[in-house]
């Protein structure tokens, strides 16, 4: 069983260890997420402080996934726009699933969660990049995002290969 959950900023903050955790097993599986090898677990725990003082400044919101025993498993992030014309739209943010439970509909269940809060917050437009055919192009594709775009050698992933990056969109109804 799977638990979705939005973190406020004091729950970021308990949360920090397992966030700092999922996020490195991220980045030691290969997932171009912002880090390379090697690592600094220092940074990767830093990351997570940053978002925790987003969610407390209603800056970024923040849902995690639980299997039944409490053990966090996956994550993803939503920004919402700051411009004034931008209300409307958010940008969702480091989508991980641990490795050891990936292709299990976790990824899935996390899109459609991100996407439901979304509209609840009166935002009708999200907007995502992830690694150029990458599994994330799979899960997007399937949760019915639109590719509108590939930037190659836009990014680095951890082992130093320089990738393309590819960017969708999805209008919620």
């Not at 989508?95 to 935002?123: D, F, P, W």
């Amino acid at each position: 069983m799977i638990i979705l959950d939005w973190l406020t900023a004091d729950r970021v903050d308990a949360a920090l260890p397992e966030l700092t955790a999922l996020l490195i097993d991220a980045v030691e599986s290969g997932a171009s997420i912002g880090y390379m090898l090697p690592y600094d677990p220092a940074d990767i725990h830093s990351y997570w402080q940053g978002v925790a003082e987003a969610v407390k400044a209603d800056r970024k919101w923040l849902v995690v996934a639980r299997l039944g025993d409490g053990s966090l498993v996956g994550t993803a992030q939503l920004e919402p726009a700051g411009k004034a014309n931008g209300r409307h739209r958010a940008e969702v943010q480091k989508v991980i699933v641990t490795s050891r439970l990936r292709k299990h509909g976790i990824g899935t269940k996390l899109m459609t969660e991100v996407e439901s809060y979304a509209r609840s917050k009166g935002r009708t437009l999200l907007l995502l990049d992830t690694r150029a055919n990458d599994s994330g192009e799979r899960l997007y594709t399937a949760c019915g995002w639109t590719r509108f775009g590939v930037v190659p050698a836009y990014a680095y992933s951890p082992d130093g290969s320089i990738e393309g990056t590819a960017f969708y969109f999805k209008q919620l109804t």
